[in-house]
């Protein structure tokens, strides 16, 4: 019982690091701050419409915490930046995935999480980075993650326009379907979205 109690202390206290770690990144540009709780909440809401076990889920949870964990290798000019960024300037930050996968492989607990964070900007056609993986190559938790990052980056208002409501969110998700965004995955959470408030 008391091995038990102290592996369920340690593990919320791994759980709440990776939060105040992935919250930390986020604090370093105001327009993005509570992202990460976001793109959380709404990951694991398409998860609960899928055959997922608890673990999955746990694991998915994680990766959609530290999905962006990598933009801490990033220059403040180029995360702050307000207006379209050069090519070279997005070359650069195409490579947060990767160094949030290289960050996380020093520890052993998150060996499941990698692939999610490495992968969540690959784009079902095969054309996203950093592997250019398409369809099923690409790992389910990053395909969730995709939707769930690109619905809130629509939804909260940035340097250069103002939130998207909800309703024009996923029709403009929806355009991208089969191109960025898996069609099935989707298809489900456009039918979530009266749960999906910001």
Not at 128 to 156: H, K, M, N, S, V
Not at 179 to 184: I, K, L, W
Request: aromatic share 6%; hydrophobic share 40%; with cysteine.
């Amino acid at each position: 019982m008391e091995n038990a109690s102290l592996h369920a202390r340690l593990h919320s206290t791994f759980l709440h690091t990776a939060e105040a770690l992935a919250e930390a990144i986020n604090s370093r540009d105001p327009y993005t701050g509570g992202h990460t709780r976001r793109v959380q909440k709404y990951s694991l809401l398409l998860a609960d419409s899928l055959d997922l076990t608890a673990e999955e889920k746990q694991t998915l949870c994680l990766a959609a915490t530290l999905h962006d964990i990598g933009k801490i290798g990033i220059d403040d000019n180029i995360l702050k930046k307000g207006g379209k960024l050069t090519a070279e300037e997005k070359r650069v930050m195409n490579n947060h995935p990767r160094i949030g996968a290289n960050i996380l492989q020093y520890v052993d607990e998150m060996q499941e999480v990698v692939p999610g964070v490495l992968h969540h900007h690959e784009w079902f056609d095969g054309s996203g980075y950093p592997d250019g993986l398409a369809g099923e190559q690409i790992p389910l938790q990053a395909r969730i993650i995709a939707i769930a990052d690109a619905f809130d980056a629509l939804t909260t208002d940035r340097p250069y326009r103002k939130a998207t409501h909800t309703e024009e969110a996923i029709r403009v998700l929806e355009l991208d379907a089969g191109n960025h965004f898996d069609p099935a995955l989707l298809g489900i959470f456009s039918s979530l979205q009266i749960n999906l408030v910001p």
